[in-house]
T-cell receptor, first 116, second 114 residues
Framework: GAVVSQHPSRVICKSGTSVKIECRSL??????MFWYRQFPKKSLMLMAT?????????EQGVEKDKFLINHASLTLSTLTVTSAHPEDSSFYIC????????????FGPGTRLTVL | GENVEQHPSTLSVQEGDSAVIKCTYS??????FPWYKQELGKRPQLIID?????GEKKDQRIAVTLNKTAKHFSLHITETQPEDSAVYFC?????????????FGSGTRLSIRP
């Protein structure tokens, strides 16, 4: 299956700052990547679909101006949490599929964001 | 859009006994149903999946059943072992729409009692 990496694995930042999380598909050209958020003891909630070369599609209730997504190449999607606040502290995970003809998703290892 | 419900939220079973987790989905277009195991702080790990043209699939101690008519699918773990303790998520997805967007259930925390 596809190998997906994320960077950083952990980040602690002050309230009001912006944080960028990278998601890389190491051995597969990903035209689409997905970003999820997982609060403690909760499920993974889809935030947005990242599309290479075009605008991301956001799920209902997710602020596109707060969670900026850039998918400038077939191997890299970035999620920037702007003006982060303590309530944004969460586990952020990206995934990509092996083409739309296949359903299986391959997940990155996740990024633990803590906003002080 | 798709909505996936999962029960129970917590499950405790004696080592060696079986565990069953049940899910329902709402979108009849969904045709791929993966199950994930997640350990604390880790990414979800695919343990088994089933497609809508199949009613049952088994892989050693793990099996999944699917009832398309009722929009139900279940995970069965037999001969449970301590290492089966984790959080399990069911999910549903429809291909060719939204590039296989996966919708997760709420999760089941499974504990295996020694």
């Amino acid at each position: 299956g596809a190998v997906v990496s994320q960077h950083p694995s952990r980040v602690i930042c002050k309230s009001g700052t912006s944080v960028k999380i990278e998601c890389r598909s190491l051995d597969f050209q990903a035209t689409t990547m997905f970003w999820y958020r997982q609060f403690p003891k909760k499920s993974l909630m889809l935030m947005a679909t990242s599309n290479e070369g075009s605008k991301a599609t956001y799920e209902q209730g997710v602020e596109k101006d707060k969670f900026l997504i850039n998918h400038a190449s077939l191997t890299l999607s970035t999620l920037t949490v702007t003006s982060a606040h303590p309530e944004d502290s969460s586990f952020y995970i990206c995934s990509t599929g092996a083409g739309i003809a296949y359903n299986e998703q391959f997940f990155g290892p996740g990024t633990r964001l803590t906003v002080l | 859009g798709e909505n996936v419900e999962q029960h129970p939220s917590t499950l405790s079973v004696q080592e060696g006994d079986s565990a069953v987790i049940k899910c329902t989905y709402s979108d009849s277009a969904s045709n791929y149903f993966p199950w994930y195991k997640q350990e604390l702080g880790k990414r979800p790990q695919l343990i088994i999946d089933i497609r809508s043209n199949v009613g049952e699939k088994k892989d050693q101690r793990i099996a999944v059943t699917l009832n398309k008519t009722a929009k139900h699918f279940s995970l069965h773990i037999t001969e449970t072992q301590p290492e089966d303790s984790a959080v399990y998520f069911c999910a549903a997805t429809a291909p060719y729409s939204s590039a296989s967007k996966i919708i997760f259930g709420s999760g089941t925390r499974l504990s295996i009692r020694p």
